[in-house]
Antibody
Framework: EGQLLESGGGLVQPGGSLRLSCAAS????????MSWVRQAPGKGLEWVSS????????YYADSVKGRFTISRDNSKKTVYLQVQSLRAEDTAVYYC???????????????WGQGTTVTVSS | QSVLTQPPSVSGAPGQRVTISCTGS?????????VHWYQQLPGTTPKLLIF???NRPSGVPDRFSGSKSDTSASLAITGLQAEDEADYYC???????????FGGGTKLTVL
Protein backbone atom coordinates (compact mmCIF):
# COMPACT_ATOMS: atom_id res chain seq x y z
CA GLU A 1 0.00 0.00 0.00
CA GLY A 2 2.85 2.35 0.69
CA GLN A 3 4.25 4.62 3.32
CA LEU A 4 5.14 8.30 3.38
CA LEU A 5 7.44 10.06 5.81
CA GLU A 6 7.56 13.83 5.93
CA SER A 7 10.34 15.96 7.37
CA GLY A 8 11.58 19.52 7.32
CA GLY A 9 8.99 21.33 9.37
CA GLY A 10 9.85 23.71 12.17
CA LEU A 11 9.53 27.18 13.63
CA VAL A 12 10.26 29.96 11.18
CA GLN A 13 9.89 33.72 11.28
CA PRO A 14 7.45 35.54 8.99
CA GLY A 15 9.04 35.94 5.59
CA GLY A 16 11.22 32.90 6.11
CA SER A 17 11.61 29.71 4.12
CA LEU A 18 11.66 25.95 4.60
CA ARG A 19 11.94 22.90 2.41
CA LEU A 20 9.59 20.07 3.29
CA SER A 21 10.46 16.56 2.15
CA CYS A 22 8.40 13.41 1.83
CA ALA A 23 10.11 10.06 1.35
CA ALA A 24 7.98 7.31 -0.18
CA SER A 25 8.25 3.54 0.01
CA UNK A 26 6.18 0.50 -0.86
CA UNK A 27 4.83 1.56 -4.25
CA UNK A 28 6.07 2.52 -7.69
CA UNK A 29 6.71 6.16 -6.90
CA UNK A 30 7.05 7.48 -10.45
CA UNK A 31 3.66 6.05 -11.44
CA UNK A 32 1.67 8.32 -9.19
CA UNK A 33 1.09 12.00 -8.70
CA MET A 34 1.86 13.38 -5.25
CA SER A 35 0.18 16.13 -3.28
CA TRP A 36 0.60 18.30 -0.22
CA VAL A 37 -2.39 19.06 1.99
CA ARG A 38 -2.26 21.21 5.11
CA GLN A 39 -4.37 21.56 8.22
CA ALA A 40 -4.17 24.65 10.38
CA PRO A 41 -4.67 24.14 14.14
CA GLY A 42 -8.29 23.24 14.79
CA LYS A 43 -9.24 23.75 11.15
CA GLY A 44 -10.12 21.63 8.14
CA LEU A 45 -8.06 20.21 5.32
CA GLU A 46 -6.71 22.55 2.64
CA TRP A 47 -5.20 21.26 -0.61
CA VAL A 48 -1.90 23.03 -1.25
CA SER A 49 -0.19 21.59 -4.31
CA SER A 50 0.17 18.55 -6.56
CA UNK A 51 2.74 17.25 -9.01
CA UNK A 52 2.26 14.65 -11.72
CA UNK A 53 4.14 11.36 -11.73
CA UNK A 54 6.75 12.66 -14.14
CA UNK A 55 7.09 16.01 -12.39
CA UNK A 56 6.17 17.77 -15.60
CA UNK A 57 2.88 19.21 -14.37
CA UNK A 58 2.36 21.12 -11.17
CA TYR A 59 -0.71 22.64 -9.54
CA TYR A 60 -1.10 25.14 -6.72
CA ALA A 61 -3.80 26.60 -4.54
CA ASP A 62 -4.25 30.32 -5.05
CA SER A 63 -3.26 30.92 -1.42
CA VAL A 64 0.29 29.66 -2.06
CA LYS A 65 0.84 30.35 -5.74
CA GLY A 66 4.09 32.23 -6.29
CA ARG A 67 5.38 31.39 -2.81
CA PHE A 68 5.46 27.59 -2.73
CA THR A 69 7.14 25.24 -5.22
CA ILE A 70 6.49 21.53 -5.49
CA SER A 71 9.00 19.18 -7.08
CA ARG A 72 9.95 15.53 -7.04
CA ASP A 73 13.00 13.33 -7.50
CA ASN A 74 11.84 9.96 -8.75
CA SER A 75 15.30 8.47 -8.34
CA LYS A 76 15.10 9.26 -4.62
CA LYS A 77 11.36 8.53 -4.32
CA THR A 78 10.95 11.89 -2.67
CA VAL A 79 8.62 14.85 -3.17
CA TYR A 80 9.49 18.32 -1.94
CA LEU A 81 7.63 21.48 -1.07
CA GLN A 82 9.73 24.63 -0.97
CA VAL A 83 7.82 27.17 1.09
CA GLN A 84 8.87 30.83 0.97
CA SER A 85 7.63 34.22 2.12
CA LEU A 86 5.89 32.46 4.96
CA ARG A 87 2.99 34.10 6.77
CA ALA A 88 1.33 33.38 10.08
CA GLU A 89 -1.60 31.86 8.21
CA ASP A 90 0.71 29.22 6.74
CA THR A 91 1.04 27.69 10.21
CA ALA A 92 -0.26 24.14 9.86
CA VAL A 93 0.48 20.46 9.76
CA TYR A 94 1.58 19.67 6.23
CA TYR A 95 0.62 16.22 4.98
CA CYS A 96 2.17 14.51 2.01
CA UNK A 97 -0.26 12.26 0.13
CA UNK A 98 -0.10 9.83 -2.77
CA UNK A 99 -2.62 10.39 -5.52
CA UNK A 100 -4.46 7.47 -7.03
CA UNK A 101 -3.31 8.25 -10.59
CA UNK A 102 -0.35 9.51 -12.61
CA UNK A 103 -1.97 12.87 -13.13
CA UNK A 104 -3.39 15.13 -10.47
CA UNK A 105 -5.40 16.39 -8.75
CA UNK A 106 -8.55 14.61 -9.83
CA UNK A 107 -8.61 11.10 -8.43
CA UNK A 108 -8.29 11.28 -4.66
CA UNK A 109 -5.40 10.49 -2.31
CA UNK A 110 -5.08 7.00 -0.89
CA UNK A 111 -1.88 7.09 1.19
CA TRP A 112 -1.09 9.82 3.70
CA GLY A 113 1.96 10.60 5.79
CA GLN A 114 1.92 11.53 9.46
CA GLY A 115 2.56 15.19 8.68
CA THR A 116 5.21 17.74 9.54
CA THR A 117 4.41 20.89 11.48
CA VAL A 118 5.26 24.35 10.21
CA THR A 119 4.91 27.20 12.68
CA VAL A 120 5.36 30.75 11.44
CA SER A 121 5.93 33.12 14.32
CA SER A 122 8.29 35.84 15.43
CA GLN B 1 -15.61 29.52 3.15
CA SER B 2 -14.97 26.48 1.02
CA VAL B 3 -16.46 26.09 -2.43
CA LEU B 4 -17.75 22.73 -1.21
CA THR B 5 -20.25 23.17 1.60
CA GLN B 6 -20.71 20.59 4.34
CA PRO B 7 -22.76 20.79 7.53
CA PRO B 8 -20.46 21.55 10.46
CA SER B 9 -21.86 18.69 12.50
CA VAL B 10 -24.17 15.70 12.40
CA SER B 11 -25.07 13.19 15.07
CA GLY B 12 -26.77 9.86 15.47
CA ALA B 13 -27.28 7.05 17.91
CA PRO B 14 -25.53 3.71 17.58
CA GLY B 15 -27.12 1.59 14.89
CA GLN B 16 -28.73 4.54 13.13
CA ARG B 17 -28.08 5.88 9.64
CA VAL B 18 -26.63 9.32 9.05
CA THR B 19 -25.84 11.23 5.89
CA ILE B 20 -23.36 14.02 5.27
CA SER B 21 -23.95 16.33 2.34
CA CYS B 22 -21.39 18.08 0.17
CA THR B 23 -22.84 20.86 -1.94
CA GLY B 24 -20.85 22.28 -4.82
CA SER B 25 -21.54 24.08 -8.07
CA UNK B 26 -21.32 23.86 -11.84
CA UNK B 27 -17.60 24.54 -11.49
CA UNK B 28 -16.81 21.38 -9.58
CA UNK B 29 -19.26 18.56 -8.78
CA UNK B 30 -21.69 19.80 -11.43
CA UNK B 31 -18.88 19.77 -13.99
CA UNK B 32 -18.72 15.99 -13.55
CA UNK B 33 -15.57 15.94 -11.49
CA UNK B 34 -15.42 13.03 -9.07
CA VAL B 35 -16.01 13.41 -5.35
CA HIS B 36 -13.88 11.70 -2.74
CA TRP B 37 -14.51 11.34 0.98
CA TYR B 38 -12.02 11.16 3.84
CA GLN B 39 -12.36 10.17 7.47
CA GLN B 40 -10.12 11.75 10.09
CA LEU B 41 -10.36 10.08 13.47
CA PRO B 42 -9.36 12.25 16.45
CA GLY B 43 -5.61 12.84 16.50
CA THR B 44 -4.93 10.85 13.33
CA THR B 45 -4.21 11.46 9.68
CA PRO B 46 -6.94 11.51 7.04
CA LYS B 47 -7.97 8.22 5.48
CA LEU B 48 -9.57 7.76 2.06
CA LEU B 49 -13.08 6.44 2.63
CA ILE B 50 -14.80 6.77 -0.76
CA PHE B 51 -13.22 7.53 -4.13
CA UNK B 52 -14.77 8.44 -7.46
CA UNK B 53 -18.17 9.17 -5.92
CA UNK B 54 -19.20 5.66 -4.94
CA ASN B 55 -16.18 3.35 -4.59
CA ARG B 56 -14.75 2.00 -1.36
CA PRO B 57 -11.04 1.19 -1.00
CA SER B 58 -10.38 -2.32 0.24
CA GLY B 59 -10.85 -2.57 3.97
CA VAL B 60 -13.53 0.09 4.25
CA PRO B 61 -16.75 -1.46 5.59
CA ASP B 62 -19.78 -1.47 3.34
CA ARG B 63 -21.58 0.54 6.03
CA PHE B 64 -20.04 3.53 4.24
CA SER B 65 -21.44 4.52 0.86
CA GLY B 66 -21.26 7.52 -1.42
CA SER B 67 -23.56 9.05 -3.98
CA LYS B 68 -23.55 12.01 -6.32
CA SER B 69 -26.27 13.96 -8.08
CA ASP B 70 -26.09 17.19 -10.07
CA THR B 71 -24.03 19.62 -7.99
CA SER B 72 -23.95 17.68 -4.73
CA ALA B 73 -22.73 14.47 -3.17
CA SER B 74 -23.51 12.56 -0.01
CA LEU B 75 -21.81 10.15 2.33
CA ALA B 76 -24.07 7.70 4.12
CA ILE B 77 -23.10 5.69 7.18
CA THR B 78 -25.40 2.91 8.29
CA GLY B 79 -25.28 0.87 11.50
CA LEU B 80 -23.50 3.74 13.25
CA GLN B 81 -20.75 2.67 15.65
CA ALA B 82 -18.87 4.57 18.34
CA GLU B 83 -15.64 4.27 16.36
CA ASP B 84 -17.21 6.21 13.49
CA GLU B 85 -16.96 9.39 15.54
CA ALA B 86 -14.63 11.51 13.43
CA ASP B 87 -14.35 14.43 11.03
CA TYR B 88 -15.41 13.74 7.45
CA TYR B 89 -14.30 15.73 4.40
CA CYS B 90 -15.40 15.74 0.78
CA UNK B 91 -13.00 16.66 -2.01
CA UNK B 92 -13.32 17.42 -5.71
CA UNK B 93 -11.67 19.40 -8.48
CA UNK B 94 -12.76 22.95 -9.26
CA UNK B 95 -12.49 24.19 -12.83
CA UNK B 96 -12.55 27.88 -11.94
CA UNK B 97 -9.80 27.50 -9.36
CA UNK B 98 -7.83 25.01 -11.49
CA UNK B 99 -7.18 22.98 -8.39
CA UNK B 100 -8.48 20.54 -5.86
CA UNK B 101 -10.85 21.67 -3.12
CA PHE B 102 -11.99 20.21 0.18
CA GLY B 103 -15.24 20.79 1.96
CA GLY B 104 -15.07 22.47 5.33
CA GLY B 105 -15.52 19.18 7.14
CA THR B 106 -18.30 17.62 9.20
CA LYS B 107 -17.89 16.42 12.75
CA LEU B 108 -19.86 13.24 13.38
CA THR B 109 -20.89 12.62 16.96
CA VAL B 110 -22.18 9.20 18.00
CA LEU B 111 -24.63 9.80 20.82
Amino acid sequence: EGQLLESGGGLVQPGGSLRLSCAASGFTFSSFAMSWVRQAPGKGLEWVSSVSGSGGSTYYADSVKGRFTISRDNSKKTVYLQVQSLRAEDTAVYYCAKDRAFIAPYYGMDVWGQGTTVTVSS
Amino acid sequence: QSVLTQPPSVSGAPGQRVTISCTGSSSNIGAHYNVHWYQQLPGTTPKLLIFDNTNRPSGVPDRFSGSKSDTSASLAITGLQAEDEADYYCQSYDLSLSGSVFGGGTKLTVL
